[in-house]
T-cell receptor, first 114, second 118 residues
Framework: DSGVTQTPKHLITATGQRVTLRCSPR?????VYWYQQSLDQGLQFLIQ???????AKGNILERFSAQQFPDLHSELNLSSLELGDSALYFC?????????????FGEGSWLTVV | AQKVTQAQTEISVVEKEDVTLDCVYE???????LFWYKQPPSGELVFLIR??????QNEISGRYSWNFQKSTSSFNFTITASQVVDSAVYFC???????????????FGTGTRLTIIP
């Protein structure tokens, strides 16, 4: 158990819909990351938050957004869903955001868009 | 740009055999970090090891060992006396500094699917 908690574990939704994925980082970790794992793209970095502020963006679509709340949990919002958004979405956390801190991953949220 | 190459897409070995998973990386940074993660069939990503670019000592943890060679930009992973529970996809990853703040992201390889045959 990495200590990173993600909900829901599985989600099936229709195209055009909006979903929210939730993440609680490890106790004490200030940095939260979101990654997407799909068959064709592999593991891709989406976005990073540090202590409530956005710090870095990767290959995140404009239809996707995220935030980190004062209690440090994070949410990833996916809207206008398309079939191609079906993937495993990981949340990860690290103590800070630099110097090679180990990044621990949650168990992921499986999203299926039908 | 950062890049991680895991040329072995799939490997199958018989239980108790040793197996080595290859990882080659590219980076222009002088300070960087390398990681291995395991993804079992259940899907979670499990951290195995972190190594910084200044420490080229090999590391052993039980049946697992890692060989880091800066001269060849490789960070290979060996499982000794493999077991069925080792069956998983293994990812090598490189940590890049994104800004002066030091924010990082992990650049992953495409993974190696390891199957241990009983």
């Amino acid at each position: 158990d990495s200590g990173v908690t993600q909900t829901p574990k599985h989600l099936i939704t229709a195209t055009g819909q909006r979903v929210t994925l939730r993440c609680s980082p490890r106790s004490g970790d200030l940095s939260v990351y979101w990654y997407q794992q799909s068959l064709d793209q592999g593991l891709q970095f989406l976005i990073q938050y540090y202590n409530g502020e956005e710090r870095a963006k990767g290959n995140i679509l404009e239809r996707f957004s995220a935030q980190q709340f004062p209690d440090l949990h994070s949410e990833l919002n996916l809207s206008s869903l398309e079939l191609g958004d079906s993937a495993l979405y990981f949340c990860a956390s690290s103590a800070r955001g630099f110097n090679g801190n180990t990044i621990y991953f949650g168990e992921g949220s499986w999203l299926t868009v039908v | 740009a950062q890049k991680v190459t895991q040329a072995q897409t799939e490997i199958s070995v018989v239980e108790k055999e040793d197996v080595t998973l290859d990882c080659v990386y590219e980076t222009r940074d002088t300070t960087y970090y390398l990681f291995w993660y395991k993804q079992p069939p259940s899907g979670e990503l499990v951290f195995l090891i972190r190594r910084n670019s200044f420490d080229e000592q090999n590391e052993i943890s039980g049946r697992y060992s890692w060989n880091f060679q800066k001269s060849t930009s490789s960070f290979n992973f060996t499982i000794t006396a493999s077991q069925v529970v080792d069956s998983a996809v293994y990812f090598c990853a490189l940590s890049a500094l994104l800004s002066n703040f030091g924010n990082e992201k992990l650049t992953f390889g495409t993974g190696t699917r390891l199957t241990i045959i009983p």
